[in-house]
């Protein structure tokens, strides 16, 4: 009864309110949360602090960075928090303004994305190689289902297409969804040739693509998570997609500590930790089938690694 009374405690107050409107929108670093709420950082970090100490909140570090999000709680926590969220008035003046705050934070990160693709549309040095051991990617990713000849794929982020045209050969269709003019261009040139015929590429948001439900059988996320606000959630728009027993392959970097990527390639986030992913695929219907190691070429930068699921079941609904 005492925790209870110290969680509902630790909720009864305007601004920590305010904070739980926010995350329930997703992550942010205490930074975003003082230029949203306009408060100090001291008094947000006590906040965020008070919010962890009764489960409502957790923090993960990522080099210089901290990500607050909302926290997978009990089953009679989680029941208080949704009742608590379902019980905010979202149209309050002072709510309102923070949401406004939050779609600049997010459009102002949007905007130096896409600043970075367009800069490197065309240089496929840097969106490859100089980074990524890619043929040992590639190998990998065959490796890991070849005996299948799938339906159709999707391909979420497609950027230059390097993921349709690996699969071509294994594939009856496919489809690249990215949000980047000037990487979709690329891609319609890497997949001008006779060979690709059965595959095409549109202008999407990938995490709302616009295809029907379990449209696929193969869907891929590669090097994509990183950049986004809420993995999580493209995660799920692959699981809308994917018919049951259809196959998700995720490459991505494994949990690094390059401060250097977050200037000069824009990365949201510094890699995945298994847990992390595992949770990821698991709210989402999935079961993780393997996990593929890469170590990279060079000490300077990081692993990479390879997340194989399967869809077992419908994507479950859960707060926090």
């Known amino acids: ?24 929108q997703g992550e942010l670093t205490v930074s975003e949360l003082v ?18 100490q009764v489960g409502i909140v957790e923090r ?4 210089s960075w901290v990500f607050s999000r909302l926290k997978r709680a009990t089953e009679g926590n989680s029941a208080i928090l949704s009742a608590t969220l379902s019980a905010l008035d979202f149209d309050n003046r002072c709510l309102a303004a923070d949401r406004e705050s939050l779609k600049k934070v997010r459009a102002e990160r949007s905007r130096q994305a896409e ?6 549309a065309n240089d496929h040095d840097q969106l490859g190689h100089e980074y990524l051991p890619q043929a040992d990617i590639e190998a990998a990713l065959l490796a890991l289902v070849p005996n299948h000849d799938f339906h159709r794929m999707v391909d979420l982020g497609t950027g230059t297409g390097r993921m349709l045209k690996l699969f071509a050969p294994h594939i009856r269709s496919g489809v ?6 000037e990487m979709l261009r690329v891609a319609r040139h890497t997949l001008s040739d006779d060979a690709y015929t059965h595959i095409s590429v549109q202008q999407a948001d990938l995490q709302d693509a616009p295809l ?11 090097q994509v998570l990183h950049f986004l606000e809420e993995p999580a959630r493209a995660v799920k728009e692959a699981a809308r997609l994917l018919d049951k027993g259809g196959h998700l392959l995720i490459i991505d970097f494994a949990l690094h500590e390059f401060e250097n990527y977050r200037e000069n390639y824009a990365h949201r986030r510094l890699g995945f930790a298994d847990q992390d992913m595992t949770q990821f695929l698991s709210d989402s219907g999935f ?15 990081p692993d990479v690694k390879i997340w194989h699921a399967v869809k077992t079941s419908p994507a479950l609904l859960a707060t926090g």
């Open 1 to 24: 009864m005492d925790a209870i009374a110290t969680y509902l405690k630790t909720l009864g107050h305007p601004d920590r309110l305010r904070i739980l409107a926010l995350l329930s």
């Open 35 to 52: 230029q949203i709420l306009e408060l100090s950082q001291p008094r947000v970090t006590q906040y965020i602090k008070s919010l962890e």
């Open 60 to 63: 993960m570090r990522e080099g």
């Open 115 to 120: 600043a970075f693709f367009a800069s490197v």
């Open 176 to 181: 690249g969804v990215d949000d980047s003019v």
């Open 212 to 222: 029907k439900d379990g449209a696929a059988d193969l869907v891929t996320l590669h």
């Open 287 to 301: 079961e993780m089938v393997r996990i593929k190691a890469l170590p990279a070429p060079d000490p300077n930068t």
